[in-house]
């Protein structure tokens, strides 16, 4: 066991270390004056007449506190949707209902179904069987829902609401990727996509040819096919701070970003559920109709301790390929006006091949 | 929180905040980023810390917040700059990195820990920058001995780096 003067200690020892080595500390020096532009921020900040605060609470989201890797993706289209406030009516939804599952009461989430062993088992086995996609460029559909927030149109209050969007992405070999997202279709009474819209017809919300994604367009293909191998590698790119207690809830989200981002092979699913079924905190929730009206198997993992939202991922019974995700606020956060359980984000694959 | 909590917090948290943005932005935007981080706080009405706890948690929560402004302004002015250099049809010919947000804060490392992960190179460099561990567990909102554990995976990951680039062998 370590004491606090250990820890400064070994901070020294690698900061010593590491200018010997090359690394140049930045210069933080204070600009003269910032005591008194300090006391001017503070002054306008309690001077102005602060957003109001009441129940239900409404605050403003933080894009930092968007929870989905598959939401990540979409970062840039939230800045773009929230910017383009009176446009919004028809394509929002300010909250729809939960997902019905056939192990736990509706409603009732945080939800701990049962031993997700067998399922797993036979989902790896069916993803095995699945034909390999072939062909150059990565092309992934992804019909999703993020929540955004803003200033209320009539009453300048902060609300949450829930986008539809959907982001259809090429991949291609050099490492570009090229995104197009088209603002969705109002949502039914029961939350789900209406499969007949044109999405071509959908206001395009952003276009944009991005950067690489880390760590590059062959990731997915390079990943292991064997359990062990598999968890092996993704542990290790884990944060340990935030894993240590919530492996389950880690590998969950590893699964989402890699489905939403790349073109897996079926090998790897397969040894993605084999590793998840490894893992003590994920369960199985049972049957269920996705948002595309898809029948689906559902699995969450236990939330790290302290976090309020909870993932729950999707297969397809059929193929035992990875489907969908959604992000389930289990607690009141300060981040949403959303009472709980209520969806914060959802993501549904529509298409992931490969194409030249 | 009361108005004169929410003073005291910011007169510690503002030279704080401004420090830690410095090190992406220059000190004027610095302390720009801190002011709207803290009006943030200001407006999403917490409550006011009742113990060392809560304060500590709080003072994390204000670091997450100004995080996002510094990842949102880095975004942003990439993506303006991305526009202007599609014009010269420069976006397929050079290599990128996955989040710009994160390339900016290695800017001072050598060739050699070119590969190392973000993670790692996060912490490293907040060590770097002469932050203590006690502060950097408030700034990642997670336990000194978390951050210690962190030290000493990146620390073994720049050594695998530097040797492997570098071609030393030095165990000292």
Known sequence: MTTPDDDEQLAEEIRRDLLLHGVTPKDLEPLDGQSRRAREHLARIVGAEQIPSHSPR????????????????LIAGTATVVG???????AQAAEVPLLAFHS?????????????????ADLAARARSQPVSAGAVQHIVVDAWYSSSGPDEYDGDLSSELVPVQRDALYSPDGTVQAVERRGPALDKNGRIDTQVDWSSQPITSEDTFPSL????????????????????????????????????????????????????????????????????????????????????????????????QTVILVDPETGLYSGEETILIRRSPAYSFDPPAVLSYSAIVTSERVN | ???????????????????????RVDPMAAEDLAAAALETIWNKDVDTPADDVAHRKLQSLAYRVL??????????????????????????ARPHDPDVAEVVTTDSWPEWAESLSYSDRDVLE???????????????????????????????????????????????
């Open chain 1, 58 to 73: 409404r605050t403003r989201k933080l894009p930092l506190l968007l929870a989905a890797a598959a939401v990540a993706a």
């Open chain 1, 84 to 90: 383009l406030s009176g446009e919004q009516n028809a």
């Open chain 1, 104 to 120: 736990a009461e509706p409603g009732t989430l945080p939800a701990y179904g049962s031993s997700p062993d067998d399922e797993l």
């Open chain 1, 214 to 309: 880390d760590p590059g367009p062959g990731w997915a293909d390079s990943l292991p096919t064997t359990a062990p191998e598999l968890a092996s590698l993704v542990e290790s790119r884990q944060d340990p701070a935030n894993c240590e207690e919530a492996r389950g809830a880690c590998l969950v989200q590893d699964l989402v970003d890699l489905n939403t981002n790349w073109v897996v092979p079926p090998a790897v699913t397969a040894a993605f559920w084999e590793v998840l079924a490894t893992s003590p905190d994920i369960s199985y929730l049972g049957e269920t109709t996705d948002r595309l009206g898809r029948p689906a198997l559902a699995f969450t993992a236990r939330s790290a301790p302290g976090s309020d939202t």
């Open chain 2, 1 to 23: 929180m009361d108005e004169p909590s929410f003073e005291a917090f910011f007169h510690l948290m503002f030279p704080r905040l401004s420090r830690y943005a410095q090190r």
């Open chain 2, 67 to 92: 995080e996002g402004h510094l990842r949102n302004g880095v975004r942003g002015a990439a993506r303006r700059s991305r526009v202007v250099e599609a014009v010269a049809d420069e976006v397929l």
């Open chain 2, 126 to 172: 907040l060590v770097v920058d002469g932050y203590r561990v006690s502060e950097i567990a408030i700034i990642l909102d997670c336990s000194p001995g978390a951050v210690t554990m962190r030290l000493r995976r990146a620390k073994r990951n720049a050594r695998l780096l530097f040797d492997r680039r570098v071609g030393t062998h030095d165990d000292s």
